[in-house]
Structure formats: structure tokens, C-alpha cells
């Protein structure tokens, strides 16, 4: 055997890889022309976001903030409600699926639906989270500008003919230039897309994933310039004094975030809970908008640091240069976490990037500095306990390690801190499991009563026989009750199935009768042979699901409990193809 | 699901024992890290002795030291590898994906001293190769040591996840690059994401940086001073030089695998004959220019400051694509990251001089293409971007270059791509496979 490596480039040499150049072919050029040209599209929309949302800030929030007290109180208050309300109007009018956070509807647009998104879909969210952030509610523009972009790429790129199966590439390379402009993250971009989104290292949309990084960030380096999102001045590496702070830092940081996705998930369950007539029920986020506001002011009238209004960044340049005080530092903490914990529990139009590495900031910041109060930390080591805070709290909530640390890598430019934040991507990963047992993400999923197995696809094998069999499985089965010829012949006419529980007259199943086995029962006028039925758990595995057809010979398991006979549902040989069909990443 | 479900089906199996992985890890890591950073020391002395004897100034002394070092150090560590275990030959990265995939076992007892002396040997001798590749087997052959010692049972996933942290902790500590080891492991090793693999990665990597800055010195491996990043000016030039480079890489790659496939046919000739003759030739080479021979980083770090004469750097760079070419192809211990640096940069600098003499006002600092041409035909060879990027971040210390890296990187992949030529360590560990099956 001769290996196909050696044959193709060894012996044909370079002049034969030459004929199969296949870079220049018409339609391979077309796309990377169609890809560079909706990438721009995104990029741009996105940066429209960005102007917009500071446009509104600094004419409501940022305006008020030097203008008396009461004057700030009130006007903040009338900013929060009127954007919130104005942006809830915006989504229930014109496309209620804009909603929320960013990623989710992203991530369930790519796995559920070939990555299909709406033009509106990606107007609205523009609209909405510029009128949300800007206004002065406590949430983050990652997780929008995710959306703007997505939805960008895929509605242009069917708008100019692609079709619908092969929309999923579109849709993730535009999440990765929203992300790349809006942060000039496109590292942190790329992974982010690979390990949230798409879920696997070596996709075949890589290439396109890193083509439209590219492009973002390039838009967001000539819109927004060369500098990072967070400056700050060099830093010389850690002491031995700073190293042992890293764990403490992250472990309190990765607290924050984790408490922060605790609370929001409860005020959420709580809200969603709440019996609202239908008028209303849009205008939910207006009323996590008010409790968002409570602690903003309260904060700010204690600190006058306005950082808990909006997405901070200054408090968080702030903080990692050091100017603010211990009791500042967790005043905001606390405060982020309660307002934004509002705002997302309302399902406000917005992310939870920004408010994760605010909280993880903050809570760093407070640690670094009563710590420098006793050990004197430099004031470069102070700062880079606050970045490994945002860091660890970032992590604790988003649960993607590698995307955490080159994140805050590529936000700062500090090449030092990178040992530092690795150590603390670990050590918030385990706080957070700790803590909550899924990400943000996947706990809102559970919390709508979707499970997240139904909608995302293991990642490999053996997660895939590891899945319960009731991710998989149909319920409302077809069940025989009537084996008369009449009967029969109703249920074969009203459904396709080639196998059908039989049940008796008390609901228990007693057995299962193939199509063939009925329709011969039909014309003879017998009754049909029924064959005894294979049980499985719904809380089994696939694993042990495949066993058992393997070893019975059954095509056709039903779900349920074989002691009661009663059956919630029927897991057949093509419930289990089409589950595994997901594995591969369809183009 | 409840807890009783999860016991049943294995999570919580899963989860006690992802316990357990951390620590080990961390074992590996630090061990991996303390072997990687002797062998940094060790070549750093041999590479300084090397220096002594030959000395700089073109005298016949200094001639005779060096092809007589070189031939004797070529001939002795290719015959060490050959004797005593084959499969320490090369880079060490096709063995170790070979072991992650199952289709070879790994022998610790043997890799580990033979890797470690040849290495030192040859490359301090002069052989035109990298310190990666033997960290990162020796890497991986520490996490089988950690293994056998801790009573892993044979056969187990946290094998294979132990050995590739180990491995990426073996890159981690060459270069003092942490990301890139864990992003190597991912992407190169594994190519999928899971909990333990990340974990696993993420601590030996983290330990074995450590260790090494503590023993190896801290310091970015080519420290950028005082070039100042490019503008969106640059991006068109950085396209260009990632086509020329992806053009570079793939002719690098055929003569590499023409090169094996050369040596593999002349088997019967003894390996200190071909090992002496290869150093001997790298050592010549060395005396010529100083700096060409061993694993070149000093050249980079010249190429950073522009101190490498324009008018002889196409003849250099083909030179030592020789020197690479034939050390890797005889089959002596040495990896070809350092060495598709060195290429590169040599090439990026010819490049960016070119540039330069064109419009010295728009390309006013040719050094920036140095960069950029390392990157991409790191990308055009491995075929691993995330690496590739990380890497080139780490190696640097800097992350102003990114905007023009990113964009040549990507056109020197494409360029590969388009060219179908296959990623050099998937080529690599299907000839092994191959050669193997024929052989058995």
C-alpha cells in the first residue's frame, strides 16, 4: 500500500498540483467574492450598531451623568424605561425572535434551521439593543453584534440565491465578523464561533469562519482603530506574590459570574412565570429594565461611578488602571450583578459579555486591591489580577475557556498575562460546575422545556450514546386499540408506520404489530400476529437502545415502563438514523 | 436527569475520574516541562561550545572543527536513533497523533534517552533542526512514564488525553508559548473539543510554561523591539507574501516527504555514513555563515533587526532548506517548526527588502514581513491556523501584527489548499502508517 500523501505530491510533483489548481475555478471565486462582500456587509452593520448605541448614550445617560443629582435620578430613570419600552415595542411589532441574548438564536438558527436568520431579524436586534444599551440598561453588545452579523450573512446570502440547506457556513462566518469588529477580537472571534457555536475544531467551515474574522475585524480596525478595547499601560510579568493571587482572584470572579447566572436564571423562571395579559407580555423587558435601574442609581449615588448603567467600559479601564477604591470595586460587582440579572432575566434585548467581564473585573479589582493593602502589589500586578478576573468570570459563564483567554488577550494586547489567565480558565471552569451545571446558554434552553440534546448535536460518538433515549424519541405513538379489519384499516390508512404498539382496552401495551402483519390480517379477515414488544427506559441510553435491537432483532423499542405497560413512546431504527445523521455537519 | 441516571450511564464515572486527571496533568505537565527545558539548556550549551571551536573569523581552524564536529555529531546521533529506536527519528508529531489515534504504542523507556541525547547531540552539533519536535515526543513519552507509574490501565481514553497534554506541554515549554501548546493539542492532536482533553491540555501546558520560564529564562523567543506595527497599508503586501509563501510551504513539503522517500530507498547504508555526511555538510554551511547551522533562531532574531545581507538571502534560504531538507530526510531527531521559521523569515525578509527598494515610503520597515512570512508558511505547511497564530503571537510577545498575520496566513493556506498538498504531518504520519503495514 502506497500512502495517497506521497502519491499525490511526490511523484506527480508540483507541476501536475498545478492542473488541479482548483482555487480559480468560477464558482470557488465567486463565493470568496460573495463571502468578502456580505462580510463587509456584516462588519458594517455591525459598526452601525456600535455608533448607534454610543450615539443614544451620549445623548441620554452620558449627558445626565454631569448635570445635579436629582436631575441624573429621575432622567436616568425616564432613559431606562423609555428605551426599554421603545425597544420592546420595536421587537413585539416587528420580529419578536430578536429578542434576548445574541448567541442562542444564532446557535439554534444554525443546528435547528440550516442557519437560516431574517433580514428583520437583524434590523430589529440593530434597532433594539442599540435603544436597550444605549438607554442605559445593564447588558452587553457581543452577544448582538453575534446576531446583526449572522443574520446579516445568511438573509443577504439567500437573498443572492444560496440555498436554504447551505446557509449554516454563512451564518457562522457572520457571527465571526460581528464578533471580530465590534471587540477587533478576531482570534477570540473564530473560537468563539468553533467551540459555541459549531462545537468542533476541525469543521469544514473553518475556512470561511477565519475568512469573515478576517474581514470584521479589518472593518473594525478602520472604523474603530488600532487599540485595544482595553488600554492600558505595559505589564512586566507576575511576582511569586502575584502568581498566588491568580487562584484566589478567579475563584471570586468565576463566583460572581456563576452567582450572576444563578440569579438571572431565577429572576427569569420567576418573570416567565408571571400570568401577564397579552397586551403586556412584550413589555416584560420594561420591567426588568426598572429593576435594573434600582441598582444602578443606588450604586451610583454611593460611588458616582455610572458604570453599573449600560455596558462600562471606562469603570473598567478604570479599574484596571487602578483608580478605583476597594469599596467602589465591589459596590459595582454587586450592583452589575443585581441589574443585570434583572435585565436578562426579562429577556432585555441585549448580551452578557460585557456584564460578565464588568462583574469578573470588579470583583478581581476588589480582591487585588485589599490584597495590595497587606502584600504591596505593584501597580501592574494589580491591573492584571483585574484582567484575570474578567477572565474567570467570563469563563464561569460562557463556559468556553479557550475563547475567555484569547479574548481578554486580544481586548488588552498584554502578552504577559496569558500564563495567568490559562491558570484561571481552569480554575473558574471548576468554580462554575460547581455552581450551575450547564452554561448560561443551555440553562435557559432547559428552562423553555427544550432539551438541549434535542436541538444540538453530540459532539462525538461517545457523547452520542451517552444521549437519553427520550431526546430521540417520538412521542404521541400510533396505537393500535382496535384489531378488527375496520379498525385496522383506519389506523393504516391515517399513518405511514410499519410497526405499530398494540394496547388493550386498560391502556397497557401488550405487544406490537408490523404494517405487513395487519394488512394480511385485513384481507383475510384474522387477526394480525402480535409480536411481544421490546421495553426501553426513557432515561436509557442510546447505547443501550442499539443494543438491544442489535441483540432482539427489533426495529421498533417502545419507550416506557414494561411493569405497568404504560407507553409514552416508540423509538424505531429511523428515529435512530435521522438522531445520528445530525452528527455530520451538513453543508 | 437525576443523579442515579448519570451514575448509570457513565457521567458521574466520568466525573470522578476527570478529578483524578488534574492532578495528573499538572504531573505531566511539570515533568514534561523540567525534560524540555534541560534540553533547551543542554542545546543552549552544546550550540555554545559548537560556537567556541569554530569561532568567527573564517579561519582553517575553525574549518576543520566544524566538519569534523558536524560529521561526528551527525554520524553518532543518527546512529543512535537508528540502533537503539527508530521511532525517536524526526519531528516526533506524527508519532505522537499515531499514538493519540491508536495505531502505535509508545515506548518511554526507550524515546526518552535516545531522543533527548541524539537531540542534543545533533542539533548542537549543527543539524539544521527544531527543539520542538523532540519536546513534544518527549513530552508525550513522560505522560506514558506518568501513566505506567500512576497504574493508568493500558488502553484507556485518559491515556491518550494525558499523552497529547504532554505533548502540548513539550511545545508549551520550548518556546515559552502555553496557548499554542493547548490550541496544538486541539486542533493538531485531537481536532475536537472535549471537557477532559481541555482540562488536561490546559494544566500541563500552564505547569510546563512555568517550569521552563523559571529554569529557561521568560523572554518571548524572538523578542520584537522597536518595530512598529503595520497599517491596513499593508494588508495588499501581506496577501502577496502569504501567496508566495503558501507557494514556499508546499515546496518545502515535497522536498521534505522527496527527501525521506530518497533516504528510505538507500537503507542499506550505514547511518553513521549518511549522518556524517549530512553534518558535515550543515557544518560547512555553519562555518560559511555563522548562524545557518544548528537551529537558526539566532538567524531570526538577526532577520528581526534586518542584519542579514539582502543580496545573499535567496542563496541562504535555499541553502538551509537544504541543510533541513536532508537532516530531517536521513532520519535524525529534530523537529521543523524552528526551522520553517527560520525559512520564512528568511524569506519574508527577502521580501520586505523588495518592498522596500520599491517604494521605501510606504514599506519604511521591511523587518515587519519577517513576521508575516513566518506565519504564513507555517500555515501553508501545517496547515493549523489557530496554532500557527497563536504560536506566532507567543513567539513574539506582540499582538500588533495580527491584522496582516491573519491575512497572510490565510492566503498561504489557501495557496496549499488549492495546490492539494497535504498538511506535512498528516503526509508524515501516513507514511509511517503506510511503511508500518508494508513492513508487517
Known amino acids: ?587 | 436527569m437525576d443523579p442515579a441516571a448519570n451514575s448509570e450511564f457513565g457521567v458521574a464515572r466520568d466525573e470522578i475520574r476527570q478529578r483524578q486527571l488534574l492532578p495528573k496533568a499538572l504531573l505531566v505537565g511539570a515533568a514534561a516541562g523540567l525534560l524540555a527545558a534541560f534540553f533547551r539548556l543542554g542545546l543552549a550549551w552544546s550550540e555554545g561550545w559548537r560556537a567556541g571551536r569554530v569561532g568567527g573569523g573564517h579561519s582553517w581552524r575553525g574549518l576543520a572543527a566544524a566538519a569534523a564536529i558536524g560529521a561526528a555529531t551527525g554520524a553518532v546521533a543518527l546512529w543512535t536513533v537508528k540502533r537503539f529506536a527508530p521511532e525517536a527519528s524526526g519531528s516526533g508529531i506524527p508519532f505522537i497523533k499515531r499514538v493519540v489515534l491508536g495505531e502505535t504504542k509508545l515506548n518511554w523507556r526507550r524515546i526518552l534517552p535516545v531522543k533527548f541525547c541524539a537531540g542534543v547531540l545533533g542539533i548542537g552539533g549543527g543539524l539544521a533542526l527544531g527543539r520542538e519536535g523532540p519536546t513534544i515526543q518527549m513530552g508525550g513519552a513522560t505522560a506514558q512514564m506518568v501513566c505506567d507509574m500512576l497504574g493508568v490501565a493500558e488502553g484507556q481514553e485518559e491515556r491518550k488525553v494525558l499523552i497529547s497534554a504532554g505533548a502540548g506541554a513539550g511545545l508549551a515549554a520550548a518556546f515559552n508559548a502555553p496557548l499554542a501548546g493547548m490550541v496544538f493539542v486541539l486542533e493538531e492532536l485531537h481536532g475536537r473539543f472535549s471537557r477532559s482533553i481541555f482540562v488536561a491540555s490546559f494544566l500541563a501546558c500552564v505547569a510546563a510554561d512555568i517550569v521552563a520560564r523559571l529554569l529557561a529564562g521568560a523572554t518571548p523567543v524572538f523578542a520584537i523591539k522597536g518595530v512598529a506595527a503595520p497599517g491596513l497599508e499593508a494588508l495588499p503586501a501581506a496577501a502577496i507574501e502569504g501567496v508566495l509563501a503558501g507557494f514556499v510551504g508546499v515546496a518545502f513539503n515535497i522536498s521534505l516527504l522527496a527527501s525521506l522517500e530518497f533516504f528510505g530507498r538507500r537503507d542499506r547504508l550505514s547511518p553513521l555514513g549518511k549522518g556524517a555526511a549530512i553534518g558535515f555538510f550543515c557544518g560547512v554551511a555553519g562555518w560559511v555563515v555563522p548562524g545557518l547551522a544548528g537551529s537558526g533562531g539566532g538567524l531570526v532574531t538577526q532577520a528581526l533587526v534586518g542584519q542579514v545581507a539582502f543580496g545573499w538571502l535567496p542563496l541562504l534560504m535555499l541553502v538551509r532548506l537544504g541543510m533541513t531538507v536532508g537532516a530531517y530526510g536521513c532520519g535524525s531527531a529534530g523537529g521543523i517548526f524552528l526551522p520553517m521559521f527560520v525559512i520564512g523569515a528568511l524569506g519574508g525578509l527577502s521580501f520586505g527588502g523588495l518592498a522596500h527598494q520599491i517604494s521605501p515610503s510606504w514599506f519604511s520597515r521591511p523587518e515587519v514581513f519577517v513576521i508575516l512570512g513566518m506565519g504564513g508558511i507555517f500555515a501553508a505547511i501545517v496547515r493549523a491556523p489557530l496554532t500557527g497564530l497563536v504560536l506566532m503571537i507567543e513567539l513574539t510577545g506582540t499582538y500588533d501584527f495580527m491584522l496582516p498575520l491573519l491575512v497572510c496566513s490565510f492566503a498561504a493556506y489557501g495557496v496549499a489548499e488549492a495546490l492539494g498538498c497535504p498538511p506535512i504531518y498528516e503526509a508524515l504520519r501516513q507514511r509511517q502508517t503506510a511503511r508500518q503495514s508494508r513492513s508487517s
Not at chain 1, 508540483?14 to 464558482?27: C, I, N, Q, V
Not at chain 1, 393504516?492 to 391502556?507: E, K, T
Open chain 1, 1 to 587: 500500500m502506497t500512502s495517497p500523501a506521497t502519491d499525490s505530491i511526490g511523484r506527480k510533483g508540483l507541476w501536475a498540483s498545478f492542473e488541479r489548481l482548483k482555487l480559480l475555478t468560477p464558482s470557488k471565486l465567486w463565493e470568496a467574492l460573495g463571502l468578502s462582500a456580505l462580510a463587509i456587509a456584516a462588519g458594517l452593520a455591525v459598526m452601525l450598531f456600535h455608533g448607534l448605541t454610543h450615539w443614544i448614550e451620549d445623548n441620554t445617560i452620558a449627558r445626565l451623568e454631569h448635570r445635579h443629582t436629582w436631575e441624573f435620578v429621575v432622567g436616568s430613570l425616564v432613559c431606562v424605561m423609555g428605551g426599554s419600552l421603545l425597544a420592546s415595542w420595536v421587537i413585539a411589532t416587528f420580529a419578536p425572535t430578536a429578542g434576548g441574548g445574541g448567541v442562542l438564536p444564532v446557535k439554534l438558527a444554525f443546528w435547528r434551521d440550516f442557519g437560516v436568520m431574517r433580514k428583520r431579524e437583524a434590523t430589529v436586534k440593530l434597532i433594539a439593543s442599540a435603544l436597550t444599551l444605549g438607554s442605559g440598561v445593564s447588558m452587553g453588545p457581543e452577544g448582538p453584534s453575534i446576531q446583526i452579523g449572522a443574520a446579516t450573512m445568511s438573509s443577504l446570502a439567500g437573498a443572492a440565491g444560496v440555498a436554504k440547506q447551505s446557509r449554516r457556513a454563512w451564518c457562522a462566518a457572520g457571527g465571526a465578523a460581528g464578533l471580530a469588529a465590534v471587540f477587533n477580537a478576531p482570534l477570540a472571534a473564530i473560537t468563539f464561533i468553533l467551540e459555541e457555536i459549531i462545537g468542533d475544531l476541525n469543521s469544514k467551515l473553518l475556512g470561511r469562519v477565519v475568512f469573515a474574522a478576517v474581514i470584521g475585524a479589518l472593518i473594525g480596525h478602520a472604523v474603530l482603530g488600532p487599540q485595544p478595547a482595553f488600554q492600558s499601560s505595559p505589564l512586566a510579568d507576575l511576582s511569586w506574590k502575584g502568581w498566588t493571587f491568580v487562584p484566589v482572584v478567579a475563584v471570586v470572579a468565576a463566583l460572581g459570574g456563576a452567582w450572576f447566572q444563578r440569579l438571572a436564571l431565577m429572576v427569569r423562571s420567576r418573570l416567565n412565570r408571571l400570568v401577564l395579559p397579552a397586551r403586556v407580555a412584550p413589555y416584560r423587558p420594561a420591567i426588568g429594565a426598572f429593576f435594573s435601574w434600582a441598582p444602578a442609581i443606588a450604586v451610583f449615588l454611593m460611588t458616582r461611578h455610572a458604570g453599573v448603567f449600560g455596558i462600562g467600559y471606562e469603570d473598567i479601564t478604570e479599574a484596571i488602571a487602578g483608580h478605583l477604591a476597594v469599596g467602589t470595586l465591589a459596590l459595582l460587582c454587586l450592583g452589575k450583578i443585581a441589574a443585570t440579572a434583572a435585565a436578562v432575566g426579562a429577556s432585555g434585548c441585549g448580551g452578557i459579555f460585557a456584564p460578565s467581564l464588568f462583574i469578573g473585573a470588579m470583583g478581581g479589582g476588589a480582591v487585588a486591591g485589599a490584597a495590595s493593602h497587606y502584600l504591596h502589589l505593584s501597580p501592574g500586578e494589580t491591573s492584571m489580577l483585574v484582567m484575570v478576573g474578567m477572565g474567570a468570570s467570563l469563563g464561569a459563564v460562557i463556559r468556553t475557556p479557550l475563547t475567555c483567554v484569547l479574548l481578554l488577550f486580544e481586548v488588552t494586547n498584554q502578552w504577559v498575562i496569558v500564563p495567568a489567565l490559562m491558570l484561571a480558565a481552569v480554575v473558574s471552569q471548576f468554580v462554575a460546575r460547581r455552581v450551575n451545571h450547564h452554561d448560561m446558554y443551555e440553562e435557559i434552553l432547559l428552562q423553555d422545556g427544550v432539551d438541549p440534546h434535542q436541538v444540538l448535536p453530540p459532539r462525538h460518538f461517545k457523547r452520542w450514546r451517552e444521549i437519553p433515549v427520550s431526546a430521540l424519541a417520538t412521542f404521541q405513538p400510533i396505537v393500535i386499540r382496535d384489531l378488527s379489519p375496520a379498525g385496522l384499516r383506519a389506523v393504516l390508512a391515517a399513518s405511514p408506520h410499519l410497526r405499530f404498539p398494540v394496547g388493550g382496552p386498560d391502556g397497557r401495551i401488550n405487544g406490537t404489530v408490523a404494517r405487513r402483519e395487519a394488512e394480511l390480517a385485513m384481507q383475510s379477515g384474522t387477526a394480525p400476529r402480535i409480536d411481544r414488544p421490546e421495553w426501553v427506559g426513557a432515561k436509557s441510553t442510546v447505547g443501550a437502545a442499539r443494543k438491544l435491537m442489535l441483540a432482539g432483532g427489533a426495529d421498533f423499542l417502545c419507550v416506557g415502563n414494561p411493569d405497568t405497560g404504560e407507553l409514552s413512546g416508540v423509538l424505531t431504527l429511523h428515529d435512530l438514523l435521522r438522531g445520528e445523521s445530525v452528527l455530520e455537519e451538513d453543508e
